[in-house]
């Protein structure tokens, strides 16, 4: 009977239990839009006045004291409130998609040119670029971590892709050209990182909407939704950035009902550098050991402003502006340089200011799903300041110092139209484009009438070879440049000819260039595609070329640059995995070089003689994860690359000058790992890099100064390298290791993301090839040492409220 009592006694109580045990319900709240989860919704029931906030992958969960009959609310700016009763009686789960709010032409969507290419392109989002270890949040230094992207010199430099000369590179943001991509060194990009939406690489054989560029493109698209005010806040150990944004929404009654509509938007933000504040902090600890040094005090900051107002239903208005400054102002003191550098360098001093501004006001007609037209008016200015001086050279010109100051303005007025002909099977992309081109320049310069020696480089001990130039030049170029592109898709087949022409009016010279490219889409989600076509550049519109060799904007014997893009690959994709082998060959030619001087050794003559060209493979393995999901994610990748220069230039290069050597830009083997591991707000990343090292010409004797004096020291003698045989010398192979380490914690108002970095965990240095001028070519000079950042501990806070 006892026991009996017992059973009852548990049967009556577990029985109470179940009847209180709560009834969740959990799912996702997605945007019906964009199909991507929305962050920091709200989500109440009334009866039980519960509320709780979606996180950063769109996840809520609420739970119910008891099955039953409940109103579920949620909210989210910028979007239509959801309302339904919901009937519950057992845990359950359930997504919801919430509609936007009315939005002035939103009605109507078309897709850009953007899924045009698919052979030698990458994209990365900014949920990507922000979590690449080591690039400091930026944009330009994630893209590093993609196959075949490199910099000249390990951490800062240019991006070099393919092999292909820098200078090569086009870069855009909304299809406004970018003339000064990134700051001082190439540490940041000029562009906030929160303004984008993602970055399109196309590594070559780029499509013939593309202009001003012959090697790659890196193509920047802005966010172009803005639902709630708010912004973000990035505060790390080297710079600080911030971005507000506001949506403009207007009340208006239909139906006897007030509602609102998205009108448009504003977006501003800004990034300010703070390298110099370390910089003078470690100059004045030395100045306390007693030592005189004055280091070099890099400054720099941008800013970017988005506008977008919504006319009708039919058209839009968008103004987007965005500029740079960089400032480096550096003395070589006695202490400041080593026992074994060149004494004349001695009290050099070196300023450098940079200021660059853009601007676009683009005029967008949908008049429906089949066609959009655009308009976009752009302005790009660069003003470049330079001050040299090296007292102790023998050469007044350099003794006395120079002041070059540069100014390319450039003005155009492009215009683009997309249109489907047959739905989801035939569409045309067309556009045509002018160009007005004046730089100006002021102050002197010089130019140097015998190319310098490769180690030797700047000689401020020659006399002679140095011709003073006044500047004053004031040059104006135009172009004229139509494209078409048609895509045609049949079955499994995706075909896209392309012709793209391009005039200048100086040269009278006109450059016709076919693309193309073909796809064949498995259903085995297998893609084999091809992709080509010819490149041109007119040198005369280059601004880079044009602040370091101004005379040849006014160049009419200069024919245009060619280069001729060939690439092939094949992508399997199976699940959350893809894997992706591609080839290519290109090759770029009627490079200027140097050909003759004037009579009066004033001005240099160039000649379209020059040649590089890159061939390799890419192989890439990679793996995705939903927003929602945790677990690995990442890549690894393998490039096999060769690029090889021959100058075929009789006058500056009288010996080799049909031969090919590796140019400074070939990196043979290059391996890289980027992986990371999310488990919900916890995220630990990884970029690890191996690769073989760039050519560098071999020292192979040494010539004494005869006319160097040390006052100081009479024994003291300086000896000048002499180079061997160009590029024909490389360097050990070299691996770095990136760690970094974030947790994100949400709140009702956004979020904090913290994060902390081990850049260059392994503290590996690069070789480098060190001539010591106090003494002759021998077997202890010159010396291979190592030199770069070691391990670097970087840490910051993003906030987004």
Do not use: C
């Not at 359930?94 to 009605?107: H, M």
């Not at 971005?243 to 139906?255: A, I, N, S």
């Amino acid at each position: 009977m006892k026991k009996i009592t017992t059973l009852i006694g548990i049967f009556l109580f577990s029985t109470m239990i179940f009847a209180q045990a709560k009834i969740s319900l959990k799912g996702l709240v997605i945007d019906s839009m964009t199909r991507k989860p929305v962050d920091m919704a709200t989500v109440m029931v009334l009866e039980t006045k519960t509320k709780t906030y979606t996180d950063e992958y769109g996840r809520y969960s609420v739970s119910f004291p008891s099955a039953g009959t409940y109103t579920l609310i949620v909210k989210s700016d910028g979007n239509q409130i959801y309302q339904e009763k919901i009937v519950l009686s057992a845990p359950e789960e359930r997504n919801i998609v919430l509609k936007p709010l009315k939005v002035q032409g939103g009605a109507i969507t078309i897709k850009g040119e953007r899924d045009i290419q698919k052979t030698s392109r990458y994209t990365m989002t900014v949920k990507e670029l922000k979590e690449v270890p080591a690039s400091f949040g930026d944009s330009i230094s994630a893209l590093t971590s993609l196959p075949n992207v490199t910099r000249t010199d390990g951490f800062f430099g240019p991006l070099v892709i393919r092999g292909s000369d820098p200078n090569y590179n086009g870069y855009f943001i909304d299809g406004i050209p970018i003339y000064s991509p990134y700051h001082f060194g190439g540490l940041h990009s000029v562009i906030n990182n929160n303004l984008m939406s993602e970055i399109d690489l196309y590594s070559s054989a780029f499509p013939a909407h593309f202009g001003y560029a012959q090697g790659a493109v890196i193509n920047v698209n802005t966010v172009d939704d803005v639902k709630r005010t708010g912004g973000f806040a990035d505060i790390s150990l080297l710079s600080s950035a911030a971005l507000v944004q506001t949506p403009f929404l207007e009340k208006y009654y239909e139906d006897g009902k007030e509602k609102t509509r998205n009108k448009g938007y504003l977006i501003v933000s800004g990034r300010i550098g703070y390298i110099s504040v370390f910089v003078k902090a470690a100059e004045e600890i030395y100045n306390l050991l007693g030592k005189d040094v004055s280091a070099p005090l890099p400054y720099y900051g941008d800013y970017q402003l988005k506008f977008k107002y919504f006319l009708n239903d039919q058209n839009s208005l968008t103004f987007l502006a965005f500029g740079s400054y960089d400032k480096i102002d550096a003395t070589l003191k006695d202490d400041y340089l080593d026992p074994g550098d060149d004494p004349l360098w001695e009290n050099a001093n070196y300023y450098e200011n940079k200021y660059s501004h853009g601007q676009g006001l683009t005029h967008t007609y949908t008049p429906n799903d089949s066609l959009k037209n655009s308009i976009l008016l752009f302005n790009s200015l660069q003003i470049s300041e330079t001050v040299m001086r090296i007292p102790k050279s023998y050469d007044s010109l350099l003794s006395e110092g120079i002041n070059p100051k540069t100014k390319p303005l450039i003005t155009g007025l492009k215009e683009n139209i997309s249109v489907d002909l047959i739905k989801e099977h035939l569409k045309l992309n067309a556009g045509a484009e002018i160009t007005h081109y004046y730089f100006s320049t002021s102050g002197k310069s010089f130019n140097q009438k015998n190319d310098l020696d490769e180690n030797a480089g700047l000689n401020p001990g020659e006399t002679g070879n140095f011709e003073l130039v006044d500047l004053g030049y004031k040059i104006h170029n135009q172009t004229v440049a139509g494209f078409a592109e048609t895509k045609i898709n049949a079955g499994w087949i995706e075909f896209v000819p392309g012709i793209r022409a391009d005039h200048l009016f100086r040269t009278n010279s006109t450059v016709i260039d076919p693309r193309g490219m073909l796809a064949i889409n498995l259903p085995t989600n297998t893609t084999v595609s091809f992709a080509g076509g010819r490149y041109s550049y007119f040198v005369q519109t280059s601004s880079a070329l044009f602040i370091v060799m101004p005379h040849i904007a006014k160049a009419e014997y200069i024919d245009p640059m060619r280069a001729y893009h060939s690439s092939a690959g094949i992508e399997q994709k199976f699940g959350d995995y893809s894997i992706k082998a591609e080839g290519f060959y290109n090759v770029f030619k009627d490079d200027i070089t140097l050909h003759r001087w004037d009579d009066d050794g004033t001005e240099r003559y160039y000649a379209n003689v020059g040649e590089l060209r890159t061939r390799g493979i890419e192989l890439m393995l990679k793996k995705d994860i939903k927003e929602t999901e945790n677990g690995f994610y990442g890549w690894i990748s393998y490039t096999l690359d060769k690029s090889q220069y021959k100058t075929k230039s009789m006058t500056s290069d009288p010996e080799n000058y049909d031969e090919w050597f590796d140019s400074a830009y070939d990196m043979t083997h290059v391996v890289k790992l980027v992986a990371a591991y999310k488990h919900n707000r916890h995220t630990i990343s990884a970029r690890f890099q191996y690769n073989s090292s760039t050519p560098y010409t071999p020292i192979v004797a040494g010539i004494q100064d005869t006319k160097y004096v040390d006052p100081d020291d009479p024994n003291h003698e300086r000896w000048v390298p002499v180079s061997g045989e160009r590029n024909s010398k490389r360097f050990a192979s070299n691996s770095r290791l990136d760690l970094r380490y974030s947790y994100k914690q949400n709140y009702e108002w956004g979020y904090f993301n913290w994060y902390v970095e081990l850049i260059n965990a392994t503290s590996s240095l690069e070789e480098f090839l060190s001539w010591d001028y106090r003494y002759d070519y021998g077997i202890a000079n010159p010396e291979i040492r190592r030199q770069g950042i070691p391990i670097l501990p970087n840490f910051g806070v993003e906030i987004k409220f």
